[in-house]
């Protein structure tokens, strides 16, 4: 078995914008030989956008956008496919250090014409400067490798942690380990 991944990213972040971008382009390519049952190779292009506006301090908007091209080779037979996924996230901040958000996206495998659906409320505590966590409960879910990683896109219930790591930040943690 071998197993290969090339990852692009990209970030638009100027300082003084409400919009940042975020883009990452994966290639993945899976080879298998020598087994029992089947040979086979596959290999998958997946883009993952996401856009994040700011109106006004207390609400963000996100936006993503995700592209995937499949195309697998087992034995002597091929299958290729293309799937998106599409979301919005809304958060409002109702204190300095709680905020309410709900979410929703909907994949589409366009072979099948299947549509998959998750959506749910979540809420968040900024734990410390830079530092936030949330839970959240999504009402209907599904799962697929390439985009409910990153957006906890399951149903059921779930948490999730952020750290923001910059320049600044980086500055801040050396010159506070620096004390110690």
């Known amino acids: 078995t071998t197993q290969s991944n090339l990852r692009f990213g990209l970030v638009f972040r100027p300082?003084?914008?409400k919009w940042i971008l975020l883009n990452r382009l994966d290639y993945y390519l899976d080879n298998q030989s020598g087994g029992t049952n089947s040979n086979g190779?596959?290999?998958?292009?997946?883009?993952?956008?996401?856009?994040?506006?700011?109106?006004?301090?207390?609400l963000q908007i996100s936006l993503q956008y995700g592209a995937k091209y499949v195309k697998d080779m087992i034995n002597s037979s091929s299958y290729s496919g293309f799937t998106d996924h599409i979301g919005l996230e809304t958060r409002y901040d109702i204190t300095k250090k709680w905020?309410?958000?709900?979410?929703g996206s909907v994949m589409h495998s366009w072979y099948d014409g299947q549509l998959s659906y998750s959506a749910g409320p979540s809420t968040g505590y900024n734990i410390a400067e830079n530092a936030w966590i949330s839970v959240g409960y999504n009402v209907v879910g599904f799962t697929d490798k390439d985009?409910?990683?990153?957006?906890?896109?399951?149903?059921?219930?779930?948490?999730?942690?952020?750290?923001?790591?910059?320049?600044?930040?980086?500055?801040d943690a050396a010159g506070w380990l620096n004390k110690q």
């Open 15 to 17: 300082p003084q914008t």
């Open 99 to 103: 905020d309410l958000g709900l979410r």
């Open 147 to 171: 985009f409910s990683a990153a957006d906890y896109t399951i149903k059921g219930p779930y948490i999730r942690f952020r750290i923001k790591f910059d320049q600044q930040s980086v500055k």
């Open 41 to 58: 190779s596959s290999w998958r292009l997946v883009n993952n956008l996401n856009a994040n506006y700011r109106p006004f301090k207390e």
